[in-house]
């Protein structure tokens, strides 16, 4: 069952775990991760490339068509990385239950009230909003841009006050794609952050950072973890990169699959979120 982002991490929230939030891109990782799932009792949540609004309204009906033959799944869809009006309008127009506004290199105020523009329709038919404020950079230059854009604490709570957006993302020291560098998260933040207000907070850039880190970060209060990296490259470890030339086409792609799957699982474990859709 589609479910918003809002009822997802109210109870992630409430129980202290993060949900597991996968980029999906096509028929079988979408029916991996339901598969997942009911393997492992957990709620996900999909996250959708922007890639247009005629990519997301074809996405939308796919997820509907699988979402059919789990009803006991609970799974929120989501445009990941909204990156214009037109792409969120038409998440929130094909039933979409979450969408991320991404203008976390605006200024403060440009970015409050971008986020501002797209939680009225999206609010008004159900649909939630995740923010970011601070920017989660790029893995490539961690070094150089880790310490320059992290999430100031008095400005997430005049933030989701005025947004009024239903989760935040938050830089307390992750990156996107792979790390050039050893990732330090900022933990002392993270705990400031989760004290000063109520909204679910994201992590995004989940791939890298560590089990350690990543667990510790959903123990002081993250309940969402983007994840895909790690899940787009685990195919290589399982199948050692030795055999890939006797693979066909079918085969490599399957074995892509079925990593992404597992990964996925450790993911989830690590999170706490297994055993969790009872409560739902
Ligand atoms: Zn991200």
């Known amino acids: 069952m589609l479910v918003s982002l809002k009822d997802l991490l109210k109870i992630a929230k409430d129980e202290n775990f993060a949900v597991a939030a996968p980029i999906v891109f096509n028929h079988d990782s979408i029916v991996a991760a339901y598969e997942l799932m009911e393997e492992e009792q957990a709620p996900l949540i999909f996250n959708i490339a922007d890639r247009g609004p005629e990519y997301i309204r074809k996405m939308a009906e796919l997820v509907r068509f699988v979402d059919k033959d789990y009803p006991k799944a609970r799974v929120t869809l989501m445009l990941d990385h909204g990156r214009s009006y037109e792409s969120m309008m038409a998440a929130v127009c094909n039933g979409f239950g979450a969408v991320m506004a991404d203008y976390s290199t605006l200024s403060y105020q440009d970015n409050l009230a971008a986020v501002k523009r797209i939680c009225e329709p999206a609010h008004a038919v159900g649909v939630s909003v995740e923010a970011e404020l601070g920017h989660v950079g790029q893995g490539f230059e961690y070094e150089k841009t880790r310490d320059n854009t992290l999430s100031d604490p008095d400005e997430v709570v ?13 830089a307390v020291g992750t990156s996107h794609g792979v ?9 002392e933040r993270l705990s400031k952050i989760r004290s000063l207000v109520d909204t679910p907070l994201v992590l995004h850039g989940g791939s890298g950072t560590g089990d350690d880190n990543l667990s510790k970060a959903v123990q002081l209060g993250i309940n969402k973890v983007n994840l895909h990296t790690d899940l787009a490259r685990s195919y290589i470890n399982e199948n050692k990169m030795a055999d890939e030339t006797k693979l066909n086409f079918f085969q490599y792609y399957m074995a892509g699959v079925n990593g992404w799957k597992e990964e996925c699982r450790r993911y989830i474990r690590l999170f706490n979120s297994q055993n969790q859709l009872e409560k739902y």
């Open 158 to 170: 005049s933030f989701v006050k005025d947004s009024a957006c239903d989760a935040l993302a938050i």
């Open 179 to 187: 790390y050039k560098g050893t990732p330090r998260i900022d933990f």
